[in-house]
């Protein structure tokens, strides 16, 4: 039986569309939120090893809960030291069969996979028994330890942070996501009503019967950051100390649309491009193409691949705008919270959970996804008129302050979990 949930009225609506979110008291602090609620064990469990939105979404919660839970990754990588930094105990449970079936899987990849897969269900069922909830950060947690319901019987808590369409999976992965919500999963929590629509078009639940939680972003981290000294600053990060600096922030991925950037950039003379991430899932070849791009477009000496990097509050300070190219709808787009947060000017491509996030013009500037034009123009616009890109920037820092804390995120998503738990 699917438990009822009260979190929805916190989380339902658009923040600005319900006072009452902002209304909500914050929560004192992460310990003293996870006390008061008496937040029961949770076995934690996200397939990727390498850091991407989903997985800084759980650092922040497993990091807030180290006592008694444990984090089971289906890879190793850097966000395993990552939770360990945080006092996180953490497994890898990793099978290389299980790794290769990706996201457009085909039937055959899936069958030649089952021996590995049986394993690891068995293995999560077995480390879920010793907790009260299993909470599964991705679609192939989803999939493994939603799958070993039979064996753990444990209530199954799933923090959806894709948009579930066509565009994005294949049919394959959809059906067995869409079985799985409906018969072994007690909890859905989507990070945007966009990501929430999919999941009730998918399974023909109705579309407010999802509860949103927003990710929460640690503005103080990007206020610690002194951009003060703009050239200090940028000569801390190897940047052009006097050059217009346009940031584009995310793993190098086609549907990021970091090849749109360049071609906005070809438009632009005299701005630089500063592209912050690395190919985190195979994107070499894309990632290869867009250094020929450049060369092609002529504008290699203004773009900077600086690959992935920690310290992304430092990044976005040191930049004039803040990017988001994504050519898909965005299930969420921390990066965008995060330009917010740093107090500058954000241009983001106006699908998916991008909208909920940004106010055309009032707290940033949406775009057509897709459209180089459109977002030269957008750059050109915010470079001409510096009130303008303040007053955005501004605006832009009390809405991630006020609608996308850490604090908020840490309540919302103890309770979901502590309501699963019943
Ligand atoms: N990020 C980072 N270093 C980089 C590039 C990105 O730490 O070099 C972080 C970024 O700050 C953000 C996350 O990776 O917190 C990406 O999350 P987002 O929701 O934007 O995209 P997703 O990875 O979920 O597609």
């Not at 029961?40 to 922040?60: M, R, T, Y």
């Not at 105990?89 to 049986?118: F, H, K, W």
């Not at 995310?250 to 549907?255: D, E, I, K, S």
């Not at 991430?277 to 092609?296: C, I, K, M, N, S």
């Amino acid at each position: 039986m699917r438990p009822t949930i009260d979190v929805s009225p916190l989380t339902h609506s658009l923040p600005l569309a319900q006072p009452a979110l902002l209304d909500t008291p914050a929560t004192p602090s992460i310990s003293a939120a996870s006390t008061a609620l008496a937040m029961p064990s949770v076995l934690f469990v996200d397939q990727s090893g390498q850091l991407g939105g989903a997985e800084f979404a759980l650092l922040q919660l497993a990091g807030s809960c180290t006592a008694r839970s444990q984090v089971v990754l289906l890879t190793d990588g850097p966000f395993r030291a990552r939770l360990e930094a945080l006092g996180a105990r953490v497994q890898v449970i990793n099978d290389a069969r299980v790794s290769g079936v990706v996201r457009q899987g085909s039937a055959l990849n899936c069958l030649r996979a089952v021996p590995g897969i049986l394993r690891q269900v068995r293995a999560i069922a077995t480390r879920a028994r010793e907790f009260d909830v299993l909470f599964l950060n991705t679609q192939k947690a989803l999939v493994l330890g939603a799958l070993g319901k039979p064996l753990h019987r444990k209530p199954v808590i799933w923090y959806q942070h894709d948009i579930l369409t066509r565009q994005h999976f294949g049919r394959v992965q959809l059906s067995i996501v869409k079985w799985l919500v409906r018969f072994a999963v007690d909890q859905v929590v989507a990070n945007s009503q966009a990501s929430a629509q999919s999941l009730a078009v998918l399974t023909g639940r109705a579309a407010d019967s999802v509860p949103v939680v927003y990710n929460g972003i640690d503005a103080s981290a990007f206020s610690r950051v002194d951009g003060a000294d703009m050239a200090a600053l940028r000569r801390r990060l190897a940047l052009p100390e006097h050059a217009w600096l346009a940031g584009l922030f995310g793993r190098l991925a086609p549907w990021k649309g970091q090849h749109i950037a360049l071609d906005a950039l070809a438009r632009l003379p005299g701005v630089h491009l500063v592209l912050v991430g690395a190919p985190l899932f195979g994107e070499d070849v894309y990632a290869q193409r867009l250094h020929q791009q450049a060369e092609q477009l002529g504008i290699a000496e203004r773009v900077h691949f600086v690959g992935f990097q920690d310290d992304v509050p430092a990044w976005m300070k040191a930049m004039d705008v803040i990017l988001h190219t994504s050519t898909e709808p965005e299930p969420f787009g921390r990066v965008i919270v995060e330009g917010m947060a740093a107090a500058r000017p954000v241009i983001a491509a106006a699908a998916g959970g991008v909208t909920e996030i940004v106010r055309h013009r009032h707290n940033g500037w949406l775009v057509k996804p897709g459209d180089a034009a459109a977002l030269a123009a957008a750059i050109g616009a915010l470079r001409a008129e510096p009130a303008l890109a303040q007053r955005l920037a501004k605006q832009a820092l009390a809405d991630a302050q006020h609608e996308f804390s850490v604090e908020q995120y840490l309540q919302r998503m103890t309770q979901a979990i502590a309501q699963a738990a019943r």
